[in-house]
């Protein structure tokens, strides 16, 4: 039932055998003195637990005697939304990986709020394309899971979150991953891995570095991380203020601790046109690369399709050594600066251990600034 004019009558309508991927459009006018527009929705199924009275204007004859359940939803009139035609206003995006819990699997927590996908490879799983792994019980299951992830399993859902966390890694590794920097290993608390044991974890990827003086300006106390690379008199010191805190890596294979893979891969983020537009990739920032051959970025154009080579050269990143922090601002470098405009899709390709600390981009379309419909 809802307000079907801007003359005050309401009007119901009846939809039967509605399934849930059914898409059924009305119009609701607003109200005259609240700038809202208010649609009551009366579900009736014997799946419900309910006993809501339909008004009579709204069925005939006898009511349904089966459960019925009512909402009411209030949608926002005035128009807080930006164009979707896109916003050259639109603010800079960071994503620094903060807002997840340590150790965490990277999901598709950017795509509903970003219109971002982030997807990661390992090359040591059989060139087999692992995306984030999705919830326990929305695993595909016998070959289905076998083609996404490397390795057989039939019912995913029993397991308990140690034996999960194991399964997940015991073939091939490769899934995005969130490395908490301040507790690099078991030593420094990091409660996945093992006190002691030099084989969990990765001190080359604690930050900030352990020579990191106390009360200097632009610098923070002394860290976990290890390394010449990061050493507070290098060119890539490994002092950052505020410390980094969570960054991103490809999981390394048959571990639960978090550990970046030693065989390298890729981390992606492709960026939905309907949510986000085309985007200018505005900085970069990575720790640890330490390899004989870096990091490298590939960007695609909007216009360009993935499946081929990018236009845009190859960015290749310095030798940091170990435990560097290196940075770029491409957004005022005068070379880069145009060519990463206009993008669908950044890469980020090693050969070796390494991770994606931060990156930051500008969308054509800005986020949704309202918030949904709110039922009553």
């Not at 996908?117 to 059989?126: E, L, Q, V």
């Not at 570095?209 to 290890?226: A, D, F, I, L």
């Amino acid at each position: 039932e809802y307000k079907a004019s801007n003359l005050g009558e309401s009007e119901c309508v009846e939809y039967a055998a509605v399934e849930p991927e059914d898409d059924i459009e009305i119009t609701a006018h607003c109200m005259h003195l609240d700038p809202i527009a208010v649609v009551d929705i009366y579900v009736v199924d014997n799946a419900v637990d309910g006993d809501a009275t339909i008004p009579a204007c709204c069925h005939s004859g006898t009511p349904p005697t089966v459960d019925t359940v009512h909402y009411t939803y209030a949608l926002e009139c005035n128009p807080t939304c930006p164009d979707p035609q896109g916003d050259p206003d639109c603010p800079e995006v960071l994503f620094d990986f903060n807002e997840f819990p340590e150790y965490s699997y990277v999901f598709d927590d950017y795509w509903y709020k970003y219109g971002v996908k982030i997807t990661a490879k390992s090359n040591s799983n059989r060139n087999s394309e692992r995306y984030t792994p999705l919830p326990k019980d929305e695993f595909p299951i016998g070959s289905a899971w076998e083609d996404r992830y490397g390795f057989e399993e039939n019912n995913p859902s029993t397991y308990t979150d140690d034996v999960w966390d194991i399964s997940l890694h015991n073939q091939g590794g490769g899934a995005a991953r969130v490395f908490n920097t301040l507790k690099p290993n078991g030593d420094f608390g990091n409660a996945k891995c093992q006190v002691g044991n030099s084989n969990e974890g990765d001190s080359d990827l604690g930050s900030p570095h352990g020579s990191c003086p106390n009360g200097t300006p632009g610098k923070v106390s002394g860290g976990p991380g290890v390394g010449d690379g990061g050493h507070r008199n290098s060119n890539y010191a490994n002092c950052p203020n505020p410390a980094l805190g969570n960054v991103l890596i490809i999981q390394e294979q048959m571990k639960s601790c978090p550990d970046d893979s030693s065989k390298g891969g890729t981390i992606t983020f492709d960026f939905n046109p309907n949510i986000a537009g085309d985007i200018d990739f505005t900085f970069a920032k990575i720790l640890d690369t330490d390899e004989g051959v870096t990091p490298k970025i590939k960007v695609w154009k909007s216009n360009e399709n993935v499946n081929n080579a990018p236009s845009t050269p190859v960015f290749t990143t310095p030798k940091t050594g170990n435990n560097g922090l290196w940075y770029e601002q491409f957004s005022t470098n005068g070379t880069w600066q145009n060519r990463y405009k206009g993008l669908k899709r950044i890469q980020f390709v090693y050969s070796g251990s390494g991770c994606v600390a931060e990156i930051g981009f500008k969308p054509s379309k800005c986020p949704p600034a309202s918030p949904p419909p709110k039922l009553l």
